[in-house]
């Protein structure tokens, strides 16, 4: 069902310019008779207004950094009057990669600890910073236990049930520690694949595949879509077309590429596309599907890439690791990098044969190497590939990928840390006047 109901309102209204329009130049000044590039002479007459659009374009790290300055920029983050200059500026994204512990790609169960010490409950997300080479550590406790990772968009991290039927999504930010809860989806599901949009003034939800037919039977049959934005107009839990016929969903992920949800079909592979506004499904052949070893679906710049290992054993072609771009026709793959076979090597011998997964955010892309600590990072602007410190926060031997036999690997996500998110102030004005709406 959709609706239009003029009375959900952000918290507080803002408008948007341009980057071009909020840009500002600055110079840096020398102190001659300290050698200090600040002075604070200047610094400490700046108006307050001035000092806040200043630090609004500060990274995540930073920002927190400088909370601890004074009570004045510690009460920013709480402040409606700086988080809107914030959301007016839109400072450039700080991409980064967010990856979590789960046990097997199958299962989806979210591990939270083997002993009994208060910390062992306690949910931990580990987050990557391409830009600066380094590892920080996420708590992720006021997440309930029962709960796993399943997407992340516009600084929303989405959290699913794990009991099977009726699933439960909640959606936290955690740099503010904030959780908001959408309405059970309309039919019961086991490990559905699930795709998330999230902007300042909408939210696009769409669970897919894994029906419950029966309590010990699941077919992929159905999807259904959520949406909500801060023009009034909202659909809970709408069933959309169904999914094409023989299709089999395991990673669990999609994509959202330019309106567009994909995600990958296996057996043989191919690439499933959900239109959100036209509400259609459609199958599109992958490159060398023949060929392809442990295919994962990304977003870069407003593109679909793929990034599959490519092994035709009975020809004369170099197994290598290779990207397609999906065009605008939404049928051709254009072949836009392929790793250097000295590098390839080196990856294949470590790699063992057990697979990969692979995450991307604007122009990075982080390949995980399952059943061992090691990620490789390659930058598509700079075409550069670079060997990652393993994550020092995930356990022994990196924590990344398990070997233990609990099999643990990490699952990540593209992760833009953002410091609010006014629309999810939607969800708690959808639930009280419209209880029985889906």
Known sequence: MFINNPSLTLPFSYTFTSSSNSSTTTSTTTDSSSGQWMDGRIWSKLP????????????????????????????????NTFLETYLQLLPLRHNCFLFFKHKTLKSY?????????????????????????????????????GFYPSGSSGGLVSWVSEEAGLKTILLC????????????????????????????????????????????????????????DAGGFFSLWAMTSSLPRLCSLESGKMVYVQGKFY???????????????????????????RFLRSPSLLESKGRLILVAAVEKSKLNVPKSLRLWSLQQDNATWVEIERMPQPL???????????????VGNQEFVMIVLRGTSLQLLFDIVRKSWLWVPPCPYSGSGGGSSGGGSDGEVL????????????????LDQLTLPFPGVC
């Open 411 to 426: 699952q990540g996500f593209a992760y833009d840390p953002v410091l609010t998110t006014p629309v999810v102030s939607l």
């Open 344 to 358: 390839y090597t080196q990856f294949a011998a470590e790699e063992g044969g057990k697979g990969f997964e692979c």
């Open 263 to 289: 995600c990958m079909n296996y057996s043989p592979f191919s690439v499933l596309s959900y239109e959100v506004t036209g509400n259609r499904w459609i199958k599109i052949q992958a490159p060398m599907r």
């Open 109 to 145: 169960i979210y591990k939270r600890g083997e002993t009994n010490d208060d910390d062992s409950n306690k949910a931990e997300g580990f987050l990557f910073d391409p830009n600066e080479i380094r590892w920080y550590r996420l708590s992720f406790a006021y997440i309930p236990s």
């Open 173 to 228: 930010n955690p740099l503010v520690g904030s959780v908001s809860q959408l309405p059970p989806i309309s039919r019961p599901r086991l490990f559905p694949s699930i795709g998330l949009s999230v902007t300042p003034t909408s939210i696009d939800v769409t669970v897919a595949g894994d029906d419950l037919i029966s309590p010990y039977a699941v077919k992929n049959l159905s999807s259904e879509s959520f949406h909500v």
């Open 48 to 79: 307050p207004p001035l000092l806040d659009r200043i630090i609004a374009f500060l990274p995540p790290p930073a920002f927190f950094r400088t909370r601890c300055v004074c009570k004045r920029f510690y009460s920013l983050l709480f402040s």
